[in-house]
């Protein structure tokens, strides 16, 4: 079976190039659902949707990345899914507080194209292979 990611993101460039690195790594539409927001996130999980890893920008429209962090932690039925936070901002401020609300990971967008595919690439080895959380 495809493993699932929710990818948050609001900046269409961003996420055009994120969901171009998944598409090199032979994941297809069917398995990245790409969200603008946090509210449009839980429209999908509350759809049905059962993502095995999600990808979390920060700062968006709506609902951002650390109350959407928030609502997932809280969860009984969602706090087990790994969120990562994939973010242009490396203030400390910004990863103390995704830390505080429990994130799995803090990765930093890397300016260059290449880089952001090598980081992606290993997004999906550690958190879609290595990585074991329990069923259910």
Known sequence: MTPQVLLV???????ALTLRAFSRLGF?????????????????LDAGLRPDLILLDLRMPRMGGLELLERLKQ???RRGIP???LTTSDADV?????YAHHVNSYLVKPPRLQAL???IGQVVTYWLGANRVPAG
Not at 28 to 42: F, K, M, Q, W, Y
Not at 94 to 98: E, I, N, R
């Open 94 to 98: 910004d990863m103390a507080k995704a």
């Open 83 to 85: 969120v990562v936070i």
């Open 9 to 15: 993101e609001d900046d269409p460039d961003h996420a």
């Open 28 to 44: 297809g539409p069917e398995s990245v659902t790409h969200a603008r927001d946090g509210i449009e996130a839980l429209e999908a």
């Open 117 to 119: 595919r090598e980081l």
């Open 75 to 77: 969860s009984k039925e």
